[in-house]
């Protein structure tokens, strides 16, 4: 029997293309076969060729398995500066996504759902606009505000190329605050010469924990006040058992000192007492009956030789007055006189004296017997250490090319005495002399030094320990010799 001639089968791609050859066998090895009277189709949507939907969605294996398709859940962008994933599960109005941003490293961001980032972390490479992680919270206006870490701590590490310090910084003069749940807080306030607040909780208390707490910044003084109209009190052990210095405030606040229990409030080295005496000096501060102190005039009595010098009557001053050291108490003679040859001054000789008054020494004088023109006389003011000839306050040089009394108004430096405080003159000569003669007391009419070999040998000056042409800095004693005490003047004002 004879039917119909059915023509060759034809193969139709999606583009509209046929392939008309003959074909005896078709297999569909991933997609789906479906034939409708002499048609064929095969489906292979998803499975390979032509991506599915939507636009630059991540293709991922669907079910049934071996079919793929795509998301607008999971997309992937990219241009010059961006590459972006990303996903969004449920019913969430938010995406999370992870985005690769040119200058700005390696983001993970929470999203609106226009795609506004609202909370970011950053990881910042080498070549971004900041190296290290960044946590933004809040990043478009949101209601975010909080960067929570739940029972946890940050740690550094000084590892590797790591110093293992830790900044954390504002930006915009904006404060950092760190506070507890309990409101105590420290805040470190933006801008210039801002403060820092340190505010414990109730009646907390800020502490430094450490044996030594030092204050300034080194290149100023350095305060510590109270805050407001409140009295400073530094005590021990938070108050038992404690001594206080209490600083009151006020106009008038004055400062108080107070030991605890049998304790005395002791002051070491130097220190100065109150200016309170006007009009007069050498007063005493004393105790009283009633546990008070008060100034009173310095009487008799011993320990202490403070010789009060007669002032003039006529002008009520010091200045129309030379003071002849020389001969003053207690080291003072008579009037009787002899020359000392300036050539046994070859190691200068030093003679102790009582200042008469406290003031600078304005001139320096001396009585010249027989002149000379080999060198300068030169008379130098000195310290005394424990009865030694010590430090050189300054001296004066003074020509003895022609005889009687010389004065010299400029000395070598500021010359200060103090009164009834125990100094020493030194005579020397700045050439070696073979001439001259100075005045001087006879050492048969003065007192001595109280030092000496025997009962019946006196002496009177101290002599340095070796030759020189300049007076000594210090004073080197070597011996203790018998000559005459040389007349001295000085105007002190």
């Known amino acids: 029997m ?23 066998t078709i297999k569909v090895s991933n997609g789906d076969l479906t034939i409708s009277g002499r048609t064929a189709t095969i489906d292979t949507t998803g499975s390979g060729g032509t991506p599915a939907t939507p636009a630059n969605s991540v293709q991922f294996n669907s079910d049934p398995a071996g079919t793929f398709t795509g998301s607008d859940r999971l997309l992937f962008e990219t241009d010059t500066n961006l590459g972006q994933l990303q996903m969004k599960t449920g019913a969430s109005i938010t995406q999370a996504e992870i985005r690769a941003v040119e200058g700005w490293g390696l983001q993970l961001n929470a999203t609106t759902t226009v795609g506004g980032v609202l909370n970011t972390i950053s990881l910042q490479g080498e070549n971004d606009g900041s190296d290290g992680i960044i946590l933004k919270a809040d990043n478009t206006g949101g209601t975010g505000e909080n960067v929570v870490i739940y029972n946890g701590k940050i740690t550094t590490s000084a590892a590797g190329t790591s ?9 915009s003069s904006a404060t950092l605050s760190l506070e507890t749940s309990d409101d105590s807080t420290v805040k470190l306030y933006g801008g210039t010469d801002t403060n820092i607040d340190l505010t414990p909780n109730g009646s907390g ?48 606040g004055g400062i108080t000192l107070t030991p ?28 009283q009956t009633d546990g008070s102190t008060a100034w009173a005039e310095a009487g008799g009595g011993g320990g202490t030789f403070n010789v009060i010098s007669p ?20 080291w003072g003679g008579t009037s009787t006189t002899a020359g000392e040859n300036a050539s046994e001054f070859d190691q200068p000789r030093a003679f102790p004296f009582i200042a008469p008054i406290t003031g600078d020494v304005k001139e320096i004088g001396i009585t010249v017997r027989t002149s000379s023109t080999d060198g300068d006389c030169l008379v130098g003011i000195y310290t005394d250490d424990s009865g030694i000839c010590d430090e050189l306050l ?11 009394d010389i004065y010299q108004t400029t000395t070598s430096a500021t010359i200060s005495l103090t009164a009834g405080t125990q100094y020493w003159y030194a005579i020397g000569f700045d050439e070696t002399m073979t001439s001259g003669q100075i005045e001087g007391l006879d050492e048969d009419d003065i007192p001595s030094l109280g030092l000496t070999y025997s009962p019946d ?24 010799g018998t000559a005459k005490r040389i007349l001295v003047s000085l105007k002190i004002s």
């Open 457 to 480: 040998s006196f002496k009177y000056y101290m002599r340095h320990d070796a030759a020189t042409t300049s007076l000594p800095d210090p004073f080197s004693g070597d011996y203790t």
């Open 260 to 287: 605890a229990g049998t304790g005395a409030v002791s002051i070491g080295g130097n220190y100065n007492l109150p200016t309170a005496v006007t009009g007069s000096n050498d007063y005493v501060l004393t105790a």
């Open 2 to 24: 004879s039917g119909p001639i059915t023509p060759p089968l034809t193969v139709e791609t999606v583009d509209g293309a046929t392939e008309g050859r003959p074909i005896t």
């Open 205 to 252: 208390q800020n502490r430094l924990i450490s044996e030594t707490v030092v204050v300034g910044n080194g290149t100023a003084h350095a305060f510590i006040s109270s805050n407001d109209a409140y009295d400073l009190v530094l005590e021990t052990k938070e108050g038992s058992d404690s001594p206080t210095i209490r600083l009151v405030h006020g106009a008038n």
């Open 394 to 404: 300054g001296y004066a040089t003074i020509d003895i090319g022609s005889t009687g």
């Open 163 to 171: 110093s293992g310090a830790l900044t954390i910084t504002s930006t």
């Open 311 to 330: 002032k003039d009557p006529v002008s009520g001053g010091y200045a129309d007055y030379r003071y002849s050291i020389s001969n003053a108490p207690p």
